[in-house]
């Protein structure tokens, strides 16, 4: 019987102890070695898999070393090298300007603030996000992607409907200690078993507390629609 519990703070106290026990290694699954790749990589991965984007970044990060060699970069020839990833030519054009930006306001260096990472070119508030948790230890919110957007919808933790009013309201419901992993966290079950179309609920250690459990529920409260 899948019954949420009563307030909002401790259904998601325990679908944390619960996932902790599941994923307990669970992190960051994009492959970077300083800060600056680390943001090259969450650009790319908007609307890609992070497997995908590994696959691209191996080679792409042989190849360029620091911020000035993309801002110097000739579009075509990034767009060619990154071309097997979603929005290429988009992607090429805000790293080469994010990068350009880089180097003129910020000496070179990855800025460590919400509102200056904002500022460069194709990086929205998820991406500053990932960048401030992995690249400078600074956790300001919670990373809402689309694996935590659907979950968090269905276990009853939010009925928001957009990444960035389902931060803000999960913000005080999630123990500030757990933000980071708490997104990591979700995208491990997401992709392992609660995926967008066939959930497992049957197999699902949160089944007895989730308000969308196929078992005994008769719509997916993220999409609202019926099973
Ligand atoms: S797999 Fe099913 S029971 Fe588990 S969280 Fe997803 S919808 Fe709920």
Known sequence: MGTPLESREAQAEEVLDRLYEEYPDTTISLSYSN???LLIAVMLSAQCTDERVNKVTAELFEKYDDAADYAAADQEELADDISSITYYNNKAKYIR???ADIIEKHD???PDTMSALTDLAGVGRKTANVVL???HDIVEGIVVDTHVQRLSRRLGL???EYPERIEEDLMPVVPERDWQQFTHLFISHGRAVCDARNPD?????????CPSSKRDHDVDLASGEAW
């Open 108 to 110: 070179g260096e990855v």
């Open 133 to 135: 948790q992995h690249g």
């Open 158 to 160: 939010t009925e928001e």
């Open 97 to 99: 300007s994010a990068c």
């Open 35 to 37: 800060r600056l790749e």
């Open 201 to 209: 609920c049957d197999a699902c250690v949160l089944e007895d507390l």
